[in-house]
């Protein structure tokens, strides 16, 4: 994980509503090979304890979001989808696996994006 | 609930697929490889991609066909229509576009020469022409490759025998074109494998796994027997394709996030595909699958490809198809859907290397299948076939 201090220094502000959830504001990854490699690199207990800030929180974000058109999202609101889209990438090995890595995967080593 | 719950239930409706085991040479054979190469993918219709990916005029995707030593160039043209084309220069064979997609604004041009080629393939530029003899560019165009398309879905025949809705057979009755205008990329992986194709593709063509390697992931997602083993719903087999059909369990237990995520799709509702269930697996022989999912407001479609690159390498394709999202609920609820299949095929790809390499020890002369491995049974069979067929049909 980045930074020891809670807040990430690539986080950046999150909208003002969430700002309970800016310890978390490192999992505001654009790419999709970041979030996989944000899970691979925790442990299974700082997964758990984004992965149960963000589900409590999640119909509100949802609600918030719907606000804006997906193409003309304010940056803060962008931070605030890609946390989400974390939830989703570590919502299985929390949920499924107990523990950060897909058991007998092989995760960024095999899946490479294609077109 | 429609399936019924029983034993050997497909090998009662499709005895002429018998119940013995199924020789594993194929698999490891580089003879028989050979064959496959001639015999099946210089003669099959092979899908090379969807046209949501070719929305504009001049839009052109290449595509590597390895095991026939052929890149496809595949353009739209400024006419409109979609074309198939050898990646190949008439003038000494230079590879014409280098990049693996992009879009022709006037000319496509060779970097050898620049031998210029328009949108629909006619060559339209050849420096100091005057030099040349006899040159008649309009004998000189790219080499077409046969390309038709079904429901956006696009197939190239390098040799082809029948046209496509021939090919198809009744797929094309079953597969009406409803919802798939609707459907646009929105992900994709490659992943290499040391594996035979035919075992890449075996290990996604059955259900018997699902409650074993995918224990997991999706304990008691489909209807199965009271042991947890799946049961599908449907089997039918249209020519050299298949297709089956699974249940949901109605006493299936979502997880938090999987709860959320159904309840936030709401849509607005615009994809509606043909389906008769909430998951359909199609195999298009050979190499080209098709599965949809029904979801809570619009359904989608993941597809694989398996292009064989050596007997045991095989290089597996895997695209996500849905409507484009409306808002921020139906990016997540996507999202989401992917990531876990991504997860899923995760689980999957470890058995294509281990199974491979397993077979090619030769400790094993066959694989031992069940009753719910029947449609791997009918792809093992219609592959046997193809390949017994010399001159073709």
Known sequence: ?115 | MTTVIGNKRWAKKFPELGTAPVAAESCISPEFFELERERIFRRSWLCVGNVCVLPERGDYIVREVAICDAQILVMRGQDGVVRGFHNVCSHRGNTLAWDESGRCRGYMTCNFHSWGYDSTGQLKWVPDAENFFDLDKSKLGLTPVATEIFNGFIFINLDPRETLAEYLDGVTQRLTPEGFDQLRLQRSYRVNERANWKVALDAQNEGYHVSSQHRYLMPNLFVGTDEGCLRLEDVSFFNRHSVYTAELNAAYRPTPIEAAMFQIDQGPSRCRLPMRNVFEFYLLFPNFVMIFFRGPANDSCITHTFWPLAVDRTLWEIRFYGPDPQNAAERLSQDFMQVFNRVVFDEDATAHETVHAGLASRAKQHLILQDEEVAIRHFHKVVDEQVAIRNGA
């Open chain 1, 1 to 115: 994980m980045r930074g020891g201090d809670g807040i990430a220094k690539s986080g950046g502000a999150l909208p003002e509503s969430f700002q309970d959830l800016g310890p978390f504001a490192h999992w505001a990854l654009s790419a999709e090979v970041e979030r996989m490699a944000a899970r691979e690199n925790s442990t299974l207990e700082e997964l758990q304890v984004f992965y149960d800030a963000m589900m409590r929180r999640l119909p509100a974000i949802v609600e918030y979001l719907n606000l804006f058109p997906l193409d003309r999202m304010p940056e803060e609101a962008q931070r605030l989808l890609q946390m989400a889209l974390s939830l989703n990438e570590v919502s299985f090995a929390v949920e499924r696996y107990r523990q950060p890595r897909v058991i007998n995967g092989r995760e960024r080593a095999r899946f490479f994006p294609g077109q």
